[in-house]
């Protein structure tokens, strides 16, 4: 009966929480814990430690949208962090970034980034390969920055594909590039861009 209910759900409804859900449960999204998925995260991670350094025992706040399982969150290590807060639609994403958080100081919650509003204020709002699922990235992306500091960053990773340029083109005009890195490995290739808040 279950698995007829999500079928519905998915399939008729296109409920996007029982399709991300399902995609996790089948393992579909395994593949982004690889070593070809590696670069881009430590673009990020070195994009962190670089522009908002842990100093005199301060870190940053992050916010992380579609954060998945937490991988980021792993890969950038709890001492580079005073507050991460990651958020995904899907709830056994969020689950699993929940139960392999474990430092106090990480909040992983479920929330549909059109919808989303964050408790609180930002050094850092990071978008990894997810700002091609919101229904109006631009929208989403300047909504999500009026949570930064002032002196906030975005970071927004897009992979290469036939949609990125106009993608790219589409969040441009409202945001002013700070810098970008491309990753190329094995899989493929990523555009990661610091955007000024
Ligand atoms: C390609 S995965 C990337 C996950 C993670 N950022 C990473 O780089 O490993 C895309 C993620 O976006 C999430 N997602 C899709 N639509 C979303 C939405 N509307 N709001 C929040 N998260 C969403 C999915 O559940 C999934 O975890």
Known sequence: M???????KRKIFRINRDRWNHQYNKGLWD???AMDELARFSVIVGYVKFLKPTQNGHG????????GEGLLQQRLQSQNYDRFVGTDI????IQKA???????KCTYLVAD????????????VIFNEVIYYSRHPLKTL???ATYLKPDGLLIVTINDH???????EAIKDGFSLLDEATTITSKGKCVCKVLRG
């Open 60 to 67: 940053p706040h992050i916010l992380e949208i579609g954060c």
């Open 98 to 104: 929940a139960a392999d958080a474990g430092d106090g």
């Open 162 to 168: 036939k949609h990125s340029t106009e993608l790219w």
């Open 113 to 124: 980034m059109d919808t989303y509003k964050p408790d609180g204020q930002f050094d850092m």
């Open 90 to 93: 899907s709830d056994l994403a």
């Open 142 to 144: 300047q909504r999500l």
């Open 31 to 33: 593949g982004l814990k």
């Open 2 to 8: 279950n698995k007829i209910i999500s079928f519905v």
